[in-house]
């Protein structure tokens, strides 16, 4: 199986910037895509980026496409979300996801809070 472990959130001015990083360990080269998640109080968990197990393939949802960027580097089993003009509107939970030999695993989560 695979553990995924966040870091990277915290408190940020609306404009600012942070880099989520999610590191995996465990059967790590069964891992496929990778995907960044998040969920707001009282919200829906929703997909924020995803990226195909070689990173050559991404998808973002229409509410970040320009200001977020997903990367991952295999080597270091580390997948990032890069996160540009951050908006009072991105404050969540942020969370990691994997695709696994067709199961899903999830990381803790880490918090992103934007201040207007």
């Known amino acids: 199986q695979v553990q995924l472990v966040e870091s990277g959130g915290g408190l940020v001015q609306a404009g600012g910037s942070l880099r989520l990083s999610c590191a995996a360990s465990g059967r790590v080269s069964s891992i496929n895509a990778m995907g960044w998640y998040r969920q707001a109080p009282g919200k829906q968990r929703e997909l924020v980026a995803v990226?195909?197990?070689?990173?050559?393939?991404?998808n973002y949802a229409n509410s970040v496409k320009g200001r977020f960027t997903i990367s991952r580097d295999n080597a270091k089993n580390t997948v990032y979300l890069h996160m540009n003009s951050l908006k009072p509107e991105d404050t969540a939970m942020f969370y990691c996801n994997a695709d696994w030999i067709g199961s899903n695993f999830w990381g803790q989560g880490t918090q992103v809070t934007v201040s207007s």
């Open positions: 990226i195909s197990s070689a990173g050559d393939s991404t």
